[in-house]
């Protein structure tokens, strides 16, 4: 799933063939109108799914951690930890810190609440990305998990062939 703000024209147009949610574009801000109940339904219904977007992370206001869906619509940490995510096995997360755990309160990010909902297996970005990075992170990703491969075994070759891509990446398991 990916409803996106502005990134580099050339690796919008990379990653759009492989989005599986709905958007339309609208102006020149190239926002997109998002539906919130299909996001929900499609994260309670899958068993793997992708996120790239944009992740709020105000770290004087924890419990604001969120998703960006579109300019008017965000997935809050609180709605995210109480849906039921039991069947999704894998969330990935190309998301500015959508794992960056609030140094003043612990464990409460975007990620950690996705953890909470039942994921199993999570991959989420440490520290804001820029978009272009995002967009190769998940064009190689899925090139990968077309012949294949895991999420898990991306990373761990992608942190032996190209470092500096992989740094922002951190994977949890329950």
């Not at 949610?21 to 992708?50: C, M």
Request: with cysteine; glycine share 8%.
């Amino acid at each position: 799933m990916s409803p996106r703000r502005p990134a580099a024209a050339g690796d919008d147009r990379q990653v759009a063939g492989y989005l599986r949610v709905s958007t339309r574009e609208s102006g020149p801000t190239n926002a997109h109108k998002v539906n919130f109940q299909l996001v929900i339904d499609a994260l309670a219904s899958g068993t793997s799914t992708l996120f790239y977007c944009h992740c709020h992370t105000d770290l004087a206001r924890a419990g604001t951690a969120a998703l960006v869906l579109s300019d008017q619509t965000e997935l809050a940490v609180g709605e995210i930890a109480q849906l039921d995510l039991r069947r999704l096995e894998s969330l990935t997360l190309v998301a500015c810190a959508s794992g960056q755990p609030n140094p003043f309160v612990g464990p409460i990010s975007v990620a950690h609440a996705a953890a909470l909902a039942g994921v199993r297996q999570l991959v989420f970005s440490l520290w804001p990305i820029t978009a272009a990075h995002g967009a190769r992170f998940v064009a190689g990703l899925l090139d990968d998990l077309a012949s294949g491969g895991t999420t898990p075994d991306y990373l761990a070759a992608l942190h032996i062939t190209s470092p500096l891509r992989a740094a922002p990446f951190g994977v949890m398991r329950r």
